[in-house]
């Protein structure tokens, strides 16, 4: 079944549910599961957020951030969170979520998509890969495009 | 003297002329001067974007976007453009811009700063690791992180 953009309340809870679990199979930090799903909420209704679910139950989520763009009159979306349950994977549901998300950040008139990833976490690579992402500088054959970041804490 | 937060049309022109050269020292297209202050001067207003102007005349320029975090009850702030011209280089412009930066986005409440740049960029890196920023997933000695970008024009 096609992903659904999240827009209940039931919606945004297994979609908290599921990036609580993404966070701590990293040992990343997580908040709350109902403070996070009325996080998702509010920022889905304040129109800059977009939480895509795949699966009944659901077993993948993504989460897309939007704005306008610096240089030209569009906007710009950023792929913040892509997340399927460890059971489920090998059986192409991330790419068909990936699918998903290209699609809907195109219908919103983005002009590209971007997001980071782990150098050594080869299977989300090869999914952006084979999708047309490119992370070199002037793409293709310039030097790697790096992330960085600052904790001001 | 201090960077200072643009506000005036004759700040947001400068900005937008500091910002076409950058992108022209680079190869990359740029859009009109006087269609890039107005869309700087647009999204300063719209509150997610600040710019700062650093010189007099301004020879150093700064993009900073903000939108609220997923996970924290916080904004994060993103570097978007850090730009010194070429002639005023290897005078310490940019990392006291970079820390007029830093300053800036903590004072608007952002729990952290990110941004990308090229791995081939050693001036670059070396500013962004002297104040602190971490390229690594996990930070320190985790693998690269490292940013992607899908064209969907």
Redesign the interface.
Request: glycine share 8%; charged share 30%.
């Given at each position: 079944m096609p992903a659904a953009l999240a827009a209940t309340a039931a919606d945004f809870a297994a979609a908290a549910h599921l990036l609580v679990d993404f966070n701590r199979e990293y040992d990343d930090?997580?908040?709350e599961p109902a403070w996070?799903a009325d996080?998702?909420a509010a920022?889905s209704a304040?129109g800059?957020?977009s939480v895509l679910l795949t699966g009944e139950p659901p077993l993948g989520v993504a989460?897309l951030?939007f704005?306008?763009n610096?240089?030209?009159?569009v906007l710009e979306?950023y792929l913040?969170?892509l997340y399927v349950a460890p059971q489920h994977r090998g059986r192409g549901l991330g790419t068909a979520l990936l699918d998903e998300v290209?699609a809907h950040?195109?219908s919103r008139g983005?002009?590209?998509?971007?997001?980071?990833?782990?150098?050594?976490?080869l299977a989300a690579?090869h999914l952006?890969d084979k999708?047309?992402?490119?992370?070199h500088?002037g793409r293709g054959s310039?030097?790697?495009?790096?992330?960085?970041?600052?904790?001001?804490?």
């Open positions: 930090p997580a908040p996070l996080r998702l920022l304040a800059d957020t989460v951030r704005r306008e610096l240089w030209q009159p979306a913040a969170e290209i950040a195109r983005a002009g590209y998509l971007d997001l980071n990833t782990s150098e050594d976490d690579r952006y999708r047309g992402f490119d992370c500088e310039g030097p790697l495009a790096v992330y960085y970041e600052l904790d001001l804490g």
